[in-house]
T-cell receptor, first 114, second 115 residues
Framework: EADIYQTPRYLVIGTGKKITLECSQT?????MYWYQQDPGMELHLIHY???????EKGDLSSESTVSRIRTEHFPLTLESARPSHTSQYLC?????????????FGPGTRLLVL | AQTVTQSQPEMSVQEAETVTLSCTYD???????LFWYKQPPSRQMILVIR??????QNATENRFSVNFQKAAKSFSLKISDSQLGDAAMYFC????????????FGKGITLSVRP
C-alpha cells in the first residue's frame, strides 16, 4: 500500500470547535487532494494542490480551508465545525510527472460533529 | 465536462463465481485514463486496475480484468473466482492526461459476496 497517512482516524467534536485534519505522504508526490465522502456514497473533490504554495477549490463547495507549505503535508482546517460537516474525509496524492498517474488514498478521517 | 456513470447501486455474487460491474463515461478527449478503485468497509481505498485509452488491449490484474470499449465509452470490471474479500464498494473513475488532470468518480457500486 502507498505511504499516505491521515490523523486522526476518528474525531467526535462539538459544534463551533476549530479542527485540523492532518494528511502526510512520504512518496514525494506533488499533487495532493481532499475528498469528502458520506457513508456508502460517491467521493466529492473539495480541495487540491499541485505543489507547495498552490491550493485550489474542488468541485464541491466546502467551508474548509487547506494549506500546502511542505510537499509532504496537506492539512485541512474547519474554523467552526457544524453538524453538516459530519462526513468522511479522504486525502490522496499522485505524482505530477510521469505518464501513468495514479492517485493513492489515505485511510480517511471520520468526523462527527455534535 | 467528463462524467462517469455507474447505474447499478448494488450487486451480489456467489463465492467462486464471476461478476461484471458496469461503467460508462462521457468525454470528448481521445486520450485519457480509466480506473477501478475498491473501498472495503471501513478500510482504505485501493487501486484495482488501470487502463490507458490509447491501449487497445484490455488490462488484467490476476482475477480482475476490464472490458474497455472506447467507441461505446464503456469500461466494465470483471471479477473472476469471487472471494469473500472482494466484498466492497467499487468506484469507476476517469482522468484526463496532462499536468492539471483530476479524477472524476462514479457513484460507486456495492458488491456483496455470498458464501
Amino acid at each position: 500500500e502507498a505511504d499516505i497517512y491521515q490523523t486522526p482516524r476518528y474525531l467526535v467534536i462539538g459544534t463551533g470547535k476549530k479542527i485540523t485534519l492532518e494528511c502526510s505522504q512520504t512518496m514525494g508526490h506533488d499533487k495532493m487532494y481532499w475528498y469528502q465522502q458520506d457513508p456508502g456514497m460517491e467521493l466529492h473533490l473539495i480541495h487540491y494542490s499541485y505543489g507547495v504554495n498552490s491550493t485550489e477549490k474542488g468541485d464541491l463547495s466546502s467551508e474548509s480551508t487547506v494549506s500546502r507549505i511542505r510537499t509532504e503535508h496537506f492539512p485541512l482546517t474547519l474554523e467552526s465545525a457544524r453538524p453538516s460537516h459530519t462526513s468522511q474525509y479522504l486525502c490522496a496524492s499522485s505524482a505530477l510527472s510521469g505518464y501513468q498517474e495514479t492517485q493513492y488514498f489515505g485511510p480517511g478521517t471520520r468526523l462527527l460533529v455534535l | 465536462a467528463q462524467t462517469v456513470t455507474q447505474s447499478q447501486p448494488e450487486m451480489s455474487v456467489q463465492e467462486a463465481e464471476t461478476v461484471t460491474l458496469s461503467c460508462t463515461y462521457d468525454t470528448s478527449e481521445s486520450d485519457y485514463y480509466l480506473f477501478w478503485y475498491k473501498q472495503p468497509p471501513s478500510r482504505q481505498m485501493i487501486l484495482v486496475i488501470r487502463q490507458e485509452a490509447y491501449k487497445q488491449q484490455n488490462a488484467t490484474e490476476n482475477r480482475f480484468s476490464v472490458n474497455f470499449q472506447k467507441a461505446a465509452k464503456s469500461f466494465s470490471l470483471k471479477i473472476s473466482d469471487s472471494q469473500l474479500g472482494d466484498a466492497a464498494m467499487y468506484f469507476c473513475a476517469y482522468s484526463s492526461t496532462g499536468a492539471n488532470s483530476k479524477l472524476t468518480f462514479g457513484k460507486g457500486i456495492t458488491l456483496s459476496v455470498r458464501p
